[in-house]
């Protein structure tokens, strides 16, 4: 005759451990999945808060050549004013300006990590507000004139470019602090 558990204290504290355990496995799972959770929160609200870059992107041209001369046969640039492409082997120096430079000269100080801020002479007071603007920056920021440009000012970068109808220092600013120093040498 098979035995029946004679002691009911001793049942009941092994239902109540069965019972201890089940809670402790089911306060685990719940703070597995509200960890899971809180990161998922933080990395969907860091994405959200990131900026996006300024401008408008270009597409980096294939052809990224050194040419002899600003004048030296190379495809047409797929942007206007350039943000990448054939250029010469030296850079035009940064800082300002007062004559128009080679789009194939600066192309290479694009590809050194620099912006490029060109101006179409438009409106005195803005070209004197970026000539101030840009000698803040001691390096990798060239301010030059662009007479044919159909707009007042377009900011470059590598594979980068906005065109502005008018000067929102914010905006440049904006712009520089994005992409300076960002070397794209392969």
């Known amino acids: 005759m098979a035995k029946k558990n004679s002691n009911p204290a001793k049942k009941a504290r092994a239902d109540q451990r069965r019972e201890e355990a089940k809670k402790k496995k089911t306060i685990r799972t719940w703070l597995w999945v509200g960890g899971v959770l809180l ?13 996006p870059l300024p401008g408008e992107a270009v597409e980096i041209m294939k052809d990224q050549s ?7 046969p190379h495809e047409p640039y797929n942007s206007d004013p350039p943000t990448s492409g054939p250029h010469t082997e030296y850079i035009a120096n940064w800082g300002v300006h007062k004559e128009a430079v080679p789009f194939e000269t600066l ?8 912006v490029v801020i060109y101006h179409s002479q438009s409106a005195d007071d803005a070209v004197a507000r ?11 920021v060239v301010l030059a004139p662009y007479p044919e440009m159909k ?31 960002i070397d794209h040498h392969k």
């Open 151 to 181: 707009n007042a000012i377009t900011l470059t970068a590598w594979g980068r470019i906005d065109r502005l109808e008018a000067l929102d220092e914010t905006r440049v600013v904006d712009f520089i602090e994005a992409f300076i120093g």
């Open 66 to 72: 050194h040419i002899d001369e600003p004048t030296s």
């Open 39 to 51: 990161v998922l929160a933080a990395v969907i609200t860091f994405v959200i808060q990131q900026n």
């Open 107 to 114: 192309v290479h100080n694009l590809e050194d990590g620099g």
């Open 130 to 140: 970026l000539e101030k603007l840009v000698g803040g920056y001691q390096e990798r």
